[in-house]
């Protein structure tokens, strides 16, 4: 959570193995969350947070943590699309309640659509009426996702796209070039700052392997600045 506790609603966008997981957890190390939640489609979480097996078992532990320190995350189980939707739910009712936390929903398209999302999902995404929690929601595919998220964004992170139709939508979603989307590889990116306005690009750090990249940001503004001057990231004019 930023200090300031202002509403922090980012969404991270990207063809598979494009760089999202790897900007999310450079995030995570740099924000150092003591309270985060994550709904871990993937497993990946491990560095960041304890799983816990069931919900039932992530409320019992944000009883317990009150208004403390606790990092968990939860693997969905439910087979099914339904299931999983119905699971992911349910956190997000969880999150909500508990609050002051960084929430990590990977795979967004799994369980939302463009006209549907869960109502606590809804209401923690929407600017203004709920700033206790900072989302970080991932997609692979940007129209999939419900649009009161990505509309409500206060940072939109585009990794690269291979399919035409999505490097149209970000690119008007962020209010960049066509050709600016189209032109990412592998670990670059581009974002669009809401809170500055400021469009930017860099390119994500792979671990073990040396080269230019933007170092995490410790907010979605200052630190990312600093970053770009050493790193050789650049922030982009608005077309
Ligand atoms: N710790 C790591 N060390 C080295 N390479 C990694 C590491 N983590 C991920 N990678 C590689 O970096 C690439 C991007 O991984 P990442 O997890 O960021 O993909 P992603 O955009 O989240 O994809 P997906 O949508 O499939 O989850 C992959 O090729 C992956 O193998
Ligand atoms: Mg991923």
């Given at each position: 959570m930023s200090a300031s506790n202002a509403a922090q609603i980012w969404a991270v966008i990207g063809a598979?193995?494009?760089g999202k997981g790897l900007w999310i957890k450079q995030q995570l190390a740099a924000l150092q969350p003591a309270r985060l939640v994550c709904w871990d489609f993937k497993n990946e979480y491990g560095d960041y947070a304890r799983p816990v097996e069931t919900l039932e078992g992530i409320r019992r532990a944000m009883l317990t943590a009150g208004s403390g320190p606790l990092r968990i995350r939860y693997l969905p189980r439910g087979a099914g699309e339904k299931n999983v939707r119905k699971e992911f739910e349910t956190l997000c009712e969880l999150v909500y309640a508990w609050g002051q936390c960084v929430f990590v929903a990977e795979e967004l398209s799994n369980v939302t659509t463009p006209g549907w999302a869960p109502a606590a999902w809804r209401k923690m995404t929407t600017s203004g009426r709920h700033e206790a929690v900072h989302i970080i929601g991932a997609t692979?595919?940007?129209?999939?996702?419900d649009k009161t998220f990505l509309g409500n964004c206060t940072l939109v992170h585009v990794c690269a796209l291979r399919e035409y139709p999505h490097r149209q939508y970000v690119a008007r979603s962020i209010d960049c070039p066509l050709q600016s989307v189209t032109d990412l590889q592998q670990f670059e990116w581009i974002e669009r700052d809401y809170a500055t306005g400021e469009l930017r690009n860099g390119r994500v750090q792979v671990p073990g392997k040396a080269g230019r990249a933007n170092g995490p940001r410790a907010s979605a503004t200052g630190a990312a600045r600093a970053c770009q001057s050493s790193t050789g990231g650049s922030a982009i004019a608005t077309p």
């Open positions: 598979s193995g494009t692979q595919n940007p129209a999939l996702v």
